[in-house]
C-alpha cells in the first residue's frame, strides 16, 4: 500500500490528518500543494478533487484502481481503518459518540473559525474593510454552540474517553488559527483548558500545530501578502 497525502501545511483540515498520520506513524509520502501558488486549481490537481481543496489521499493498492480520498474526516477514519487502530478511532459504541462529535464539529462548531479568518486576517491584506455582518454571525455560531462544548469539557481532558481521539482533532481545529484572526474562544475557559492540554500532552497535535505556525508565518509575511487568501480555510 502506498499513500500518497497532499496538503499545504497551513491549512487546519490539513493539521487533522497530520495530526493522525503522526500519531499512528503512518508511511505516506507528502506531496505539497502550494495554496499560495494555487497549486491547488491546476488541471492536474482538480482531477483528485473537483472542488480544489486539501487534504486529499490517494492509497495506489496493489491491486485495483487507487482510493481517492476527500475530505478530512472521511481521511481521518480511512487512515485509522487502514492500520486497525482503535485508539483515535475507538471500537464498540464509544465509535459513535467520536463520530457524533466530528459531525456535530463539521456542521456547528467549525463554522466561525473561517469567517473570523476572511475577515480579520485576509480583508486588511486584500485592502477591504470588515464585513462586520459576518463577524456578527460568526459570533451568534459561537455564542449558540460554544456552551455545548465548553459545559461537555468541565470535568474531562479529552472530548471522548480518557484519551485523545479524532473527536479531539476535529474540534481543536478551529483554533489553530486564534492567534491570528482572533476568534473570541477565550469565553470558553474549558475548551481553552482542553486545548492547552492537547497542546501539551499530545506531540502529533503538537508538532503539526508547529508545523502550521511555520507556514502561515511565512504565508502572511509582507512578501507573501497576496497569496495569504489562498491560505484561507
Known sequence: MTLKFYADPGSSSCRRVSAVIKHLNIDVEEVFIDLLARQNRSEKFLTLNPTGMVPVLVDDQAEGDPIVLSEAGAIMIYLCESVGDTTLWPSGTQRFTVLKWMLW?????????????????????????????????????????????????????????????????????????????????????????????????????????????????????????????????
Open 105 to 233: 464539529a463539521a456542521e456547528h462548531f467549525r463554522q466561525p473559525a473561517p469567517i473570523y479568518f476572511e475577515e480579520v486576517v485576509i480583508a486588511p491584506l486584500m485592502g477591504v474593510s470588515e464585513n462586520t455582518a459576518r463577524i456578527s454571525e460568526a459570533n451568534r455560531l459561537l455564542a449558540l454552540h460554544g456552551p455545548i462544548l465548553d459545559g461537555h469539557l468541565r470535568d474531562r481532558d479529552f472530548v471522548v474517553g480518557g484519551t485523545v481521539t479524532l473527536a479531539d482533532f476535529d474540534l481543536a481545529a478551529p483554533l489553530s488559527q486564534m492567534t491570528r484572526s482572533k476568534v473570541p474562544y477565550n469565553k470558553f475557559p474549558n475548551i481553552m483548558r482542553w486545548a492547552k492540554g492537547l497542546e501539551d500532552s499530545v506531540e502529533s497535535w503538537r508538532v503539526s500545530g508547529t508545523a502550521l505556525n511555520n507556514r502561515m508565518d511565512k504565508a502572511l509575511s509582507p512578501t507573501n501578502a497576496e497569496g495569504g487568501r489562498a491560505a484561507a480555510e
